[in-house]
């Protein structure tokens, strides 16, 4: 029921979020009915050994046993640390919120592919946290765009305490194409739709997280849109090293595309779901988001 709740409430909250990663939208929460205490950097083990970065923010003084709201996020997890972040406001209201660097990324261990092993990372994530003393095994994912797509990544497996999701904006993570699956929301009609990965590539895509990555300007890479190779196109622009030349030259008979566990057709998941299209993006993602809905339909 906390879950339901928090479903309906967020859905409420939900306007500006896509355009600011973690913080809350510019009009008045609820007042908080808890302080806040944060453990910053939780390693939490993965199968394979590997530990993913983890922030806890906890109420102070609840004697229940909380349900929890987990943020998986590439973007670095350190800003929902900010006073008024989205985290905060939701462990104000009584949540346990877990908030997590992906594989690869910032604080956690491991290599950097985007989208790859979110499957099983995002399912052991949610194990580990239902098996904490104060957690009352009830999870519920939250998130824009990657950290959407991460949401129904995970939920194919089906994991029984995963209760609830909102993944907004997050139709990346559906289809198919050559009977394999495709990436990134790039294909479309079977072919690279590179304008919209290009920027996302060059910026947050990359593979070295003990270096920060430099922001290349839009006039930079439109400057690029018109030249070939696609090959090396981030590079020339002047971003970090990136997946993104795999992307644009791998067949989609390639067996690397497997790693990232799309979903192809034939999957179907019951987590309730509240489903958001695009908020930013407009059109972008709209029908595979409509898709991702059908799916939960089970």
């Known amino acids: 029921m906390r879950l339901a709740c928090f479903a309906i409430w967020a859905a409420l909250c939900m306007p500006a979020l896509c355009g600011s990663r973690t913080s809350a939208p510019n009009y008045s929460w609820p007042e908080p009915k ?7 950097n939780v390693k939490i083990p993965m199968r394979d050994g590997i530990r993913l970065s983890t922030d806890l923010y906890k109420p102070i003084d609840v004697g229940n046993k909380l349900p929890v709201i987990l943020i998986r996020t590439p973007y670095n997890k350190a800003p929902y640390l900010e006073p008024k ?15 997590q660097d992906t594989r690869g990324r ?13 499957v099983t990372d995002g399912y052991d994530t949610t194990d580990w946290l239902s098996k904490q003393s104060w957690s009352n095994g009830k999870i ?4 824009c765009s990657y950290v959407g797509h991460v949401q129904i990544l995970q939920a194919q ?8 999701m909102i993944p907004q904006a997050a139709g ?3 289809g198919a194409a050559g009977d394999r699956y495709y990436y990134f929301g790039a294909r479309k009609a079977g072919n690279m739709d590179f304008a919209s990965g290009l920027g996302w590539f060059s910026n947050e895509g990359n593979k070295d997280r003990t270096k920060p990555a430099p922001k290349i300007p839009d006039s930079q890479l439109r400057k690029e849109w018109g030249t070939l190779p696609l090959v090396g196109m981030t590079a020339r622009a002047g971003a970090a090293p990136s997946d993104w030349d795999d992307i644009v030259s791998r067949e989609l008979t390639d067996l690397w595309w497997d790693q990232f566990g799309y979903l192809k057709g034939n999957e179907r998941f019951n987590v309730p779901a509240l489903h958001i299209g695009s908020l930013v993006w407009y059109d972008f993602g709209v029908a595979e988001v409509y898709t991702a809905f059908v799916r939960t339909q089970y």
């Open 172 to 174: 990346s993570s559906i």
């Open 85 to 99: 972040s989205t985290a905060r406001q939701f462990a104000g209201q009584g949540y346990m919120v877990a908030v």
């Open 34 to 40: 808890y302080q806040v205490r944060v453990e910053e």
């Open 140 to 143: 519920g994912t939250y998130g």
């Open 106 to 118: 910032y604080a956690s261990e491991g290599d950097y592919t985007a989208f790859a092993v979110d």
């Open 157 to 164: 497996l089906r994991y029984p305490n995963l209760t609830a």
